[in-house]
């Protein structure tokens, strides 16, 4: 990988169904903070849309599924993390948070971090998408005009 001076974050996308997640490892200085839009966050923490993540994603199981690629990493006080999340719903928000998540880590150290994220599937795709709505299909996808009884 190549070596950059100035180097402040590294910066990944991640997306699912409609969601679209930047994410943003801020490397922190010798006071274990760093500057994210005129904010200081320390490092271990997670911003996402401006407040912490936790305001965005309440309840246990969705802190233990945005915090896996952490944890298997062992990163967990080494950057902080700021999120921009737009569109879609909140499963689709979270799915994207967690990939665009690992996609930023393996640009960190990708010979180590790389073959721990996909071997447990945090660096693929879901391409599932919304199917496209057919003319004369009464505002569905899939659904067709009821043929006549007789």
């Excluded at 990988?1 to 699912?16: I, P, S, W």
């Excluded at 802190?63 to 967990?76: E, F, G, K, S």
């Excluded at 967690?98 to 599937?121: N, Q």
Aim: glycine share 8%.
């Amino acid at each position: 990988m190549k070596t950059v001076k100035n180097l402040k974050y590294f910066e990944a996308t991640g997306r699912r169904k409609e969601s679209v997640a930047r994410v943003r490892l801020y490397i922190t200085g010798k006071d274990k903070t760093a500057t994210v839009a005129d904010k200081k966050i320390t490092a271990g923490e997670i911003i996402a849309n401006g407040s912490p993540i936790a305001t965005l994603f309440a309840s246990v199981s969705e802190q233990q599924q945005y915090m896996r690629p952490i944890v298997l990493t062992n990163t967990n006080d080494r950057f902080a993390i700021s999120i921009l999340v737009k569109g879609g719903g909140k499963n689709g928000q979270l799915d994207a948070v967690i990939l665009g998540i690992s996609r930023a880590l393996t640009l960190v150290d990708t010979d180590t971090y790389k073959p721990l994220l996909s071997a447990e599937g945090l660096l693929t795709r879901d391409p599932r998408v919304r199917e496209r709505r057919k003319v004369g299909t009464g505002g569905k996808a899939r659904r067709q005009k009821q043929s006549p009884k007789r």
